[in-house]
Every structure is written in structure tokens, then in C-alpha cells.
């Protein structure tokens, strides 16, 4: 498990991978899922600070990945240009949505 943020920290991993697996489909599950939860809890009539910790809580994993996307896309080319762009969509989508 530490390996694979290791490799994307350090930019070793492919890019494709991190980004079209890695961050749009595993990293929009995981925020959907986290969503859905938060949504759950609330027509539970839990408590609000409850609700908005179980949403948000993927945001940091989510930093990491668009991090991760900059970092391993930084000597690309245009292609990873746009990577990056749409890794910051994606991160402020997840964290908005």
C-alpha cells in the first residue's frame, strides 16, 4: 500500500494510469460513495458535523491525486498539459459536488 503512494509522490508512476484509473474512475467512486453516504446520514437526521466530515473526507486523498498528476506530468507534453488541467477540474468537482 505504501508503494503506491510512493510512486505516485515521487512521479514514478504512469501517467495515464494515475490519471484515467487512479483519479477519474477510482478517485470519483470514492467521492460518490462518500456522497451518497453523507446523504444517507443526513436523512438519518444525524448531526450536520457528522454529515459534512463523512463528505469531505475524501478531499485529502483527492489533493494527493491531483498532486500526484502535476507532479508526474510536469516534463510532459501537451497531452500532460491537459492532464493537469483536468485534474484540477476534477478536485474542485469532487470537493464541490
Do not use: C
Not at 478517485?27 to 446520514?41: F, Q, R
Not at 489533493?63 to 501537451?78: D, P
Request: no cysteine; hydrophobic share 60%; net charge positive.
Amino acid at each position: 500500500m505504501t508503494d503506491f503512494f510512493r510512486t505516485r509522490w515521487r512521479g514514478e508512476a504512469p501517467l495515464d494510469r494515475l490519471f484515467w484509473r487512479d483519479t477519474l474512475l477510482v478517485g470519483t467512486l470514492i467521492s460518490v460513495a462518500s456522497s451518497a453516504l453523507a446523504l444517507a446520514l443526513l436523512g438519518l437526521k444525524l448531526p450536520l458535523w457528522l454529515v459534512l466530515m463523512v463528505h469531505f473526507l475524501p478531499v485529502p486523498y483527492n489533493i494527493f491525486l491531483t498532486i500526484a498528476v502535476w507532479r508526474t506530468a510536469e516534463a510532459g507534453g501537451f497531452k500532460a498539459q491537459l492532464m493537469m488541467l483536468g485534474s484540477a477540474l476534477w478536485l474542485i468537482a469532487t470537493a464541490v459536488a
